[in-house]
């Protein structure tokens, strides 16, 4: 079986923050290899299934995100509450069609990011580990909402997408006037499994005192005052600079030439809703910048052919390519002999 198949069905991805499905019929859909999952509010229990129709395979959705009934617009099946309605249900004579259901995936919960997978084995906790799992609970909950959603095919093959975020060393090449003016610092990998966190810090002391001031218009929450990288094997990035807002970027495979990247913005809950406006301001330029940064990895990430990459480790390395060697290493156990 494939490397990308085997990791999508073995486990647990980041879809969204529960805040996008905070109502009933919210849904967010992505693509991976051939197939789309939707993740969706169903009268208050989220779920996510195959955007596929049980009759005769129509896509449900097709738009990224939006508030909408699950029907089919081919023959009009629809899915409520778990139960299938089917127009004409007493025709049906020469099938099981009591057994007619969405097909789903299974659902896992840390704090308020919603994960999928079809087949784990390991449940969500234990693939994350306690330490990361309560980090990302704390962020999920500082989280007021989404304010940025940001998706396209990204023109390259999913681990040298995912290998270009986990290394810090092409920032001034490629970054020049988006990131690389913090200055971040080398800094330090933690490890958390096949997960990680690369905190560092701000070199850029006037930027990060600007960025230090910005903390009174946020709720009082653990952030880290400096850059930080959550690494969530094998497909997901969340980053922050001071924890105003949190990037979620999901690079998941299409073939060999393609990943279907989706970047989220979300912002942190602010201390007084006097600070609305200002708040969205300040969204709004980050999420910009965010889109800059994407586009600059996207335009590099292109230029390096899939067959430049595997689970060996690259020849050549310098020390701040250690995430790559870890990450070739988790990725090796998944490839036949
Ligand atoms: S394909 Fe969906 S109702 Fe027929
Ligand atoms: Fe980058």
Known sequence: ??????????????????????????FVRFNLLDFEVVAYNDKGTIIAFDNLCPHRGARFFLDDFGRSRIKCEYHG???????????????????D?????????????????IFFSPTAEQNLQQQLGAELVCRLESISQAIKCRSDFNRYPFESYWP?????????????MIHG?????????????IYYGENSIWFSPLGNNAID?????????????????????????????????????????????????KTFFTSRLYQARESNPRYDEMVKSLMLSSASTN??????DHTIC???????????????????????????????????D
Request: aromatic share 14%.
């Open 1 to 26: 079986m494939d490397l990308s198949l085997r990791l999508i069905n073995s486990y647990w991805h980041p879809l969204c923050h529960a805040s996008e499905l905070a109502e009933d019929k919210d």
């Open 77 to 95: 099946w629809s899915f409520i509450a778990g139960q299938a309605k089917i127009p004409k249900k007493e025709e049906f004579i020469n099938c």
């Open 97 to 113: 069609i009591g057994s007619a259901a969405l097909n789903q995936f299974k659902v896992a919960r840390c704090g308020d990011f």
């Open 160 to 172: 040298i997408a995912v290998e270009n975020a986990l290394e810090p060393d092409h920032i001034p």
């Open 177 to 189: 006037d988006s990131l690389a003016p913090l200055r971040l610092q080398a800094g330090e990998n």
């Open 209 to 257: 005192e600007k960025l230090v001031k910005l903390g009174k218009f946020f709720e009082p929450a653990e952030r880290y005052p400096g850059y930080m990288s959550i690494y969530i094997f094998p497909f997901a990035m969340i980053s922050s600079t001071h924890g105003y807002s949190y990037s979620m970027q999901n690079f998941f495979p299409g073939d060999r030439t």
């Open 291 to 296: 889109r800059a940064v994407f586009d600059e």
């Open 302 to 336: 292109k230029r390096i052919p899939a067959k430049t990459w595997s689970t060996d480790n690259p020849k050549y390395y310098g020390q701040h390519e250690e995430k790559i060697i870890h990450f070739r290493q988790s990725c090796r156990r998944w490839v036949d």
